[in-house]
């Protein structure tokens, strides 16, 4: 039972580049969420989906976009990379509106340089 | 005002004994609430929801104190293993969960 799965695992860009992060989740959940960690930040929401077909912004979105592309793929892309995206990027899911809590993918590493 | 506040340590504890966290939210229309372990370099994974009543998972107590708007995590007979980062989630109202900066624990042996 794979859970959560987000590739890559690691990423170095340099500025102004683009890339996006896959995740997918077999689970069945209907809610779909891309987070951001820095040091002494904490997990900041950068976009959720609560459903497919649906996205919604978060505390920081600007600099992404998402895609829910069916109920267990959410995408998260970077246009136009900046070093102040230099983080680690975790995808989640759930089943819905608080129930159970987040199941997170292993991250993915991002330096932007 | 943060959303969830959480004391962030480090706590450093002997093996064996029992520590408690905090950790205080702002909307007190917040319904959901949960802890969840991160280990260095890891993902955050669940650690057990809170219920209004109140939970235990073995070593474990959850407590929910809705009047002073806070939530609790007790750990008994710490094991070396239980060294991580402990964060409190809040769920105010739809999908989006709050998290807390976590608070980081050692256990010595």
């Known amino acids: 039972n794979a859970g959560v799965t987000q590739t890559p695992k690691f990423q170095v860009l340099k500025t102004g580049q683009s890339m996006t992060l896959q995740c997918a989740q077999d689970?069945?959940?209907?809610?779909m969420y891309w987070y951001r960690q820095d040091p002494g930040m904490g997990l900041r929401l950068i976009y959720y989906?609560?459903?497919?077909?649906?996205?919604d912004k978060g505390e920081v979105p600007n600099g992404y976009n998402v895609s829910r592309l069916n109920k267990r793929e959410f995408s998260l892309r970077l246009e136009s990379a900046a070093p102040s995206q230099t983080s680690v990027y975790f995808c989640?899911?759930?089943?819905?509106?608080?129930?159970?809590?987040?199941?997170f993918g292993a991250g993915t590493r991002l330096s932007v340089l | 005002r943060k959303e969830v506040e959480q004391d962030p340590g480090p706590f450093n504890v002997p093996e064996g004994a029992t520590v408690a966290f905090n950790c205080t939210y702002s909307?007190?229309?917040?319904?959901?609430f949960f802890w969840y372990r991160q280990d260095c370099r890891k993902e955050p994974k669940l650690l057990m929801s809170?219920?209004?009543s109140g939970n235990e998972d073995g070593r474990f107590t959850a407590q929910l104190n809705r009047a002073s708007q806070y939530i609790s995590l007790l750990i008994r007979d710490s094991k070396l293993s239980d060294s991580a980062t402990y964060l409190c989630?809040?769920?105010?109202?739809?999908?989006?969960?709050?998290f807390g900066t976590g608070t980081s624990l050692t256990v010595i042996p």
């Open positions: 989640a899911s759930s089943y819905s509106r608080g129930r159970g809590g987040e199941y």
């Open positions: 689970m069945n959940h209907n809610s």
């Open positions: 989906s609560a459903s497919e077909g649906t996205t």
């Open positions: 909307n007190s229309a917040s319904q959901s």
């Open positions: 809170v219920y209004s």
């Open positions: 989630v809040v769920n105010p109202t739809g999908n989006q969960f709050y």
